[in-house]
């Protein structure tokens, strides 16, 4: 498992273009071996060493290094630095985020 302050037990993960030539090696995106692709992540807390976070917090992480050069949602268990996770946003299920993803988040911000 991958360093960080931040244990999330992984409920959902979406399929993203950059997961893809993740997984067929043709966009020499993985920068190590071996590596959990996936480059979000939705769930709960399970441990956490960093004060904004709490076991049971839902959470999500998107972008940096996940599931590039650290491993990534497609992970039962996901670690991860304090400053890649946020709170889970009101009014979303941890499956809405990810059902909206980062190709949704991507598109929003645009």
């Known amino acids: 498992m991958s360093p960080g302050d931040v244990v999330i037990k992984a ?9 893809a030539l993740a997984a067929t090696g043709t966009g020499k995106i993985v920068r190590r071996y071996p590596l959990v692709a ?3 992540v939705s769930g709960i807390v399970e441990s956490s060493t960093d004060a904004r976070f709490a076991p049971g917090d839902e959470v ?6 996940l599931g ?13 630095p304090g400053d890649w ?3 889970l946003p009101a009014g979303l299920t941890l499956f809405d985020a990810m059902a909206i993803g980062t190709a949704g988040f991507t598109a929003a911000l645009s």
């Open 60 to 65: 999500l992480g998107t972008g940096y290094d």
């Open 85 to 87: 996770v946020v709170p």
């Open 38 to 40: 996936g480059i979000d």
């Open 68 to 80: 590039v050069a650290h491993d990534g949602g497609y992970a039962g268990r996901v670690r991860l």
């Open 11 to 19: 409920a959902y993960s979406s399929v993203n273009y950059k997961d």
